[in-house]
């Protein structure tokens, strides 16, 4: 059985370290921080901490999860791929395309799995809207928006939209199959001069398909709201709803003798599978590593792909749209 490095302690990183305890694939810890290392040490005895990637033993396992701060993400997942590790990097895969492409070329080069941490491609509730889009359920996909919003946590280094917005460009990217021919973002900084508290982004696809985005950490209460709407009905998902019901709404607007009726049908409850997101995710990055699947889903150039939406999204923010 493949054994599983995660580099990063913090709040996300231990996050994966349970998981890949739990699925009995954790192998060790690195991070700087000896609090954090005793903490991990605590809860985890029979595993294996490191202070240092150049620690001995650190490089004898062939797994890498990294969860440390973005800005380091090249520089960690740089250091792996040239000792032919395969690497898990959370999102964004990096801050620059260019780096993006350079840790690419680099795991196909040496022959190593790259992936990026796009989440909620592994979430059963949006596995079920693919599903559903591809059974023809909602028609022609026609519109689609997500609104991540919140009060707090800010950030210093991110704004909201490095921080929040990645997730949805991986769903958008999911769901349309295909890449915006223009990308449109505005927002406001209040809490600090040049980090933008909310944004909104519009993406414009083909064959008329639109989106938005509309990501803030400056909001009075929390949403976390994914709608697809198409020309035989409507998909919502709340995931910030006790309920976190998947709601198949059959409603819309047909045209009858000219004219175009409201149709306002049922709003059904779709049942979906209960699984962990992240499990799933660690889970497919070992079986990929193993060649028992494919790395098709949140490979490198799909990572590539995200970080290139996002750049032009700051673009057009820094140009005020």
Known sequence: MIKLIVIGAGKWGRNHIRTAYE?????????????SLAFIKKEYPDVAVFQSLDDDGVLAFDAFSVAVP??????????????????????????????AEELDNLATTNGCILMVGHLLLFHPAFKKMKALVQENKIGK??????????????????????????????????????????IESH????????????????????????????????HPFKEHRFVLIGSKGMLVYEDSTAEKALLFYKKGIDWIAGEPIKRDGAVLEMNFSES?????????????ILGKENNT?????????????????????DNKG
């Not at 973005?70 to 780096?99: G, S, Y």
Request: charged letters at 20%; hydrophobic letters at 45%.
């Open 141 to 182: 996909l026609q519109y689609m928006y997500s609104n991540r919003l919140n009060l707090g946590t800010v950030r210093t280094e991110l704004n909201s939209l490095w921080s929040f917005a990645p997730h949805d460009f991986s769903l958008f990217q999911y769901f349309s199959e295909a890449y915006p021919s223009t």
């Open 23 to 35: 699925l009995g694939v954790l192998g060790g810890v690195v991070d700087s921080n000896k609090e």
């Open 276 to 288: 962990q997101p992240l499990k799933a995710e660690l889970q497919h990055f070992l079986a990929c």
């Open 297 to 317: 889903i949140i490979n490198a150039k799909k990572g590539v792909e995200v970080l290139k939406l996002l750049t032009k999204a700051q673009d057009s923010l």
């Open 70 to 99: 973005a800005a380091a993400h090249f520089e960690v997942a740089k250091f792996l791929l040239e000792h032919k590790k395969h690497v898990l990097v959370e999102k964004p895969i990096t801050l620059t395309v260019a780096d």
């Open 187 to 218: 927002g406001g900084a209040f809490v600090q001069p040049h980090i933008h508290d909310t944004t909104m982004t519009v993406l414009r696809y083909p064959e008329n398909l639109v989106g938005h985005i509309f990501v803030s950490w400056l």
